[in-house]
């Protein structure tokens, strides 16, 4: 014999829920049949609209679908009267009911459910309704579940029901044949209700739970690639309007030193920022409590709210729900707060359990990502602190107009990617000036690696800027990544690249054509994105032209020739200089100022400076090192008089008789002294200009009568 519930054709429906009506019936009969169910009478009511919350329609709906089988078992013929009455937020109210209305359902459902036992009133028995899996599942099984309902939320957030929102209950009032149910049919009904109601919510709530994890995840990605704190703050809100189901949300960031909490983004609020002191409403308590905070219009705590803000916004505030943000670090660093929750499919106006558990989980990736942008952005100032540092410490400095031009045509070809090469004897401060077009490029975040080619042998050439692979020869202990590796995305200075050898010129060649690197043992090619500017003291056409240097290799370094004078053809730039290095070196040893006499003034204008810039820089350096006192005399210069343009060859030739050879040889010692004074005292450096190997230097020096023992 199958039972199956029969809806009466000619009464219509009715529901109640809240003070709208919802899905129900006004006569339920129970009937037996024999045969299979009439499909023309289906125990499922035509889909009803209706403007009640979509909380409602969607456990009313369950309810509709499974009340009219489960009420069937009371028996066959049975005249049923009662229903399902709910607890939503701090209000009961049916959800589902057939035949007539009894004005004391809710007061009977609550009691039910206070006393947790059978009670009855009048023709009605009430029972509450327990939502869980069963016996045969464990109770955490529960609590873990999410279901949002009595007792299913302590587990999660370690808090009891009494203190979590929107927490619900359900009970069970029926009168059938006109009597109170008894005890024995209603613990039937209410478990098998409870069973079902579990199941049923469980399915929404991790249906609901993964879209909103998904959509959480997927706004945490975009706001890792976010650069402005604006729109990092507005998305958050965004993203927790469209998860919470709200009509609000704010990110209120927590100033400390001034006790402040800073709202962003605040709607109708001049400036969007909303400043609120760090005690004050729902936040203050959500902060200082460490905990999450609600409240909802209608209740006795009117003041928890700043009604002055609704009337600046033009805003009613209808329900609030807050919770704490803490980092990485454990800290405090704000409160994420939603506000007006839209009716949805497990409340109504309120926010509840599962709102504080889907806020709170929001406001960690929040946190997350407010931390990680600070860093990126302390890092980004830190970096451009010291870009501009590294800028300022090597300026091209001078106002002779050939340095202006240079100066103009560096500014013009910085932000392009050409090569670009440098000329100029030694000490003209070719680097430096390869340095400033490179802070003044795109690449300028990137390295400056600066590669002396002249001391690279060929047989360690390759090794040093393509780098090498271990094993790759006798000493490769390890990997070494090569100069070209280095400087990706940035600039690779090849000084004195005129002193390259042939084997080393053609493979530099490859590299700036093809703008790949293949390591020393190595196969796999390494795509690298470098900017070369190469600089040389050496006539390149001269050694084209001697096969020394290769014609193809120069045609694709000098794309941009810049050539640096000499500082004897700088003018008054050599004062400007000298003053620079000055205040430079005193700053470095904590010393004051001094400043130059006339007289010295005089002695540097009329120098020479056969070492350029270099040998300014080394002499302005030895003064402030060795001088003491507040202005600085030609004698304080410590140049060899040999060494100035006052002091030139006739006037030290004014004791030589007329003899050839005589004459000769004054003017190697003197030709010898002035080479090594602009060369530092650097020996090997003033034999290569003289062309002589060093010991070869030596043993002319020797000959001449000069002194080698410094």
Known sequence: MNIIAAVSKTDKPTFFSGHQSVIGYSS??????????????????PHATSSASEASMTHGNALTSFMPVLLGLVGSQASIRGGVVSQIQDRWQPTFWTGDRWGQAESLASQAVADDQFVTADDFAGLSIPVTPGPDVATSAARGSGSGVTGAVTGDLGSGQDILPGVGSDAIVLSIDGKPADSDTLKMLATALGRFLWLQRNHQNDARRLWQTSKMLQHAAVWQQLDSDEKLLASMADCACEVLNCERATIFLWDKRTKKLIGRPAIGIEGGVLEVEDNAGIVGEALHSGSPRWWSAGGTDEGRVNRRIDQAQNFTTRSLLAVPMVNSRDQVIGVFEGINARPGDHRNESFDAADVRTLTELAMHASIAIDSYRTRTDLTETRDRLVEQAAQSKPLIGNHHSIQEIRRNATKVAPTDLSVLVLGSNGTGKEVLAQHIHYQSERRNGPFVAVNCAALVETLLESELFGHEKGAFTDASDTRVGKFELANGGTLFLDEVGDMSAGGQAKLLRVLEEKVVVRVGGSRPIPVDVRVIAATNQPLQELISAKRFREDLFFRLNVVSLTLPPLSHRGDDVMELAEHFLADFCRQIGRAVPTFAASARDAMLS??????????????????????????????????????????????MDDVDGNLNSATREFQIQHIERLIASCGGN??????????HRSNLYRKMRQLGMPTSS
């Not at 129970?30 to 289906?42: E, P, Y």
């Not at 020996?683 to 002589?692: H, R």
Request: proline content about 5%; some cysteine; hydrophobic content about 40%.
């Open 607 to 652: 120098h020479d400076w056969p070492g350029n810039v270099r040998e300014l820089r080394n002499t302005v350096e030895r003064i402030c090192y060795l001088t003491t006192t507040d202005v600085i005399e030609a004698s304080d210069l410590m140049m060899s008089p040999s060494a100035t343009k006052a002091s030139t060859v006739a006037p030290a």
């Open 28 to 45: 339920l009969n129970v009937v037996k049949a024999n045969s299979t169910m009439d499909r023309s009478q289906s125990v499922l009511p």
């Open 683 to 692: 020996m090997t450096e003033a034999a290569g200009k003289l062309g002589l």
